[in-house]
């Protein structure tokens, strides 16, 4: 087949299975397997594909038909200007968590090399954007399970000019040996309510439930953080969480609860609510 046929049936039959973006994914699966972005496929579209990479396109194109979540066919996705290793085990970096790490870093601008956590670090998007931003920046990338840490392990030795660390760690048990006295906390952690998810994206239940699954009320974790990491966090210190696009008002009030001053929530591109910021009481006198 043409590089075009096999485009123009990619985007069909993943437009049959009910893919959100069928043209988009097809041009990414023809720039992975086939070796053509869009402007070559303009170009070369009337050449036959070899059949090696024919083949090749052809497998991918049945996984996406699957759903399989197209960042796990491809591998690696973009976040921020870095492109982090992803697949089966681990939460897709989103478009979303950047409004939480610009969020974060604004609050932090003209601090020198501040230090602190990524909380539920899954590939290490949170902790390595954060130091993509912060010249000097410090992150521990804290994740319990075991899948996600292969590929937060390779992300974190894939950016070396980065001081990011991936370390174990249990955040609804709290902190083990961390050390205190920390400018920022950051955190996606998992937020979907228990009795939502199955009503999520093929996709999105494609990937791991532990990092979805934010208990009763979807918030879970966010209980956690304030109660058993906050402490961790030195007096002026930064914290910041992704939310769910109706928790805005809840996690608002848990951090007003916990004692946190100029609470900021923060919007998408869409206007939804996507986090929270907020800024640890200096002790009196200080």
């Not at 897709?92 to 974060?104: G, K, Q």
């Not at 008002?249 to 939804?272: K, S, T």
Request: a negative charge; aromatic letters at 6%.
């Amino acid at each position: 087949m043409t590089y075009r046929a096999l485009y123009i049936l990619a985007r069909q039959r993943l437009a049959a299975a009910g893919v959100d973006s069928p043209g988009y994914d097809a041009a990414l699966l023809a720039e992975r397997f086939l070796g053509l972005d869009r402007p070559a496929l303009a170009v070369h579209g009337e050449k036959d594909a070899p059949p090696q990479e024919e083949g090749a396109f052809l497998r991918a194109l049945a996984e996406r038909e699957a759903r399989r979540p197209l960042q796990y066919i491809l591998g690696e996705w973009p976040f921020l200007g870095l492109t982090l290793k992803v697949g089966e085990g681990v939460l897709v970096p989103r478009e979303d968590t950047v409004v939480l790490v610009e969020a974060v870093a604004r609050r932090l601008q003209g601090l020198p090399a501040p230090r602190g956590l990524d909380l539920c670090a899954g590939t290490g998007a949170v902790g390595l954007g954060l130091c993509s931003l912060l010249p000097g920046g410090q992150a521990a990338c804290v994740e319990v399970d075991q899948k996600a840490m292969a590929y937060l392990r390779a992300n974190v030795e894939r950016y070396p000019q980065y001081q990011a660390a991936a370390v174990a760690g249990n955040v609804l048990a709290g902190p083990a040996d961390l050390a205190g006295e920390l400018d920022f906390i950051a955190s996606n952690p998992p937020y979907i309510a228990e009795d939502e998810l199955p009503d999520l994206q093929p996709e999105v239940r494609r990937e791991p439930e532990l990092a979805l699954n934010g208990g009763r009320d979807g918030l879970v974790f966010y209980r956690a953080i304030l109660e058993k990491w906050l402490p961790l966090l030195r007096p002026g210190g930064v914290l910041g969480v992704e939310i769910g696009d109706t928790q805005g008002n809840a996690v608002r009030e848990l951090f007003q609860a916990a004692g946190l001053r100029e609470i900021e929530l923060c919007q998408d591109l869409a206007g939804l609510d996507r986090a929270v910021t907020g800024i640890k009481e200096k002790a009196h006198g200080s």
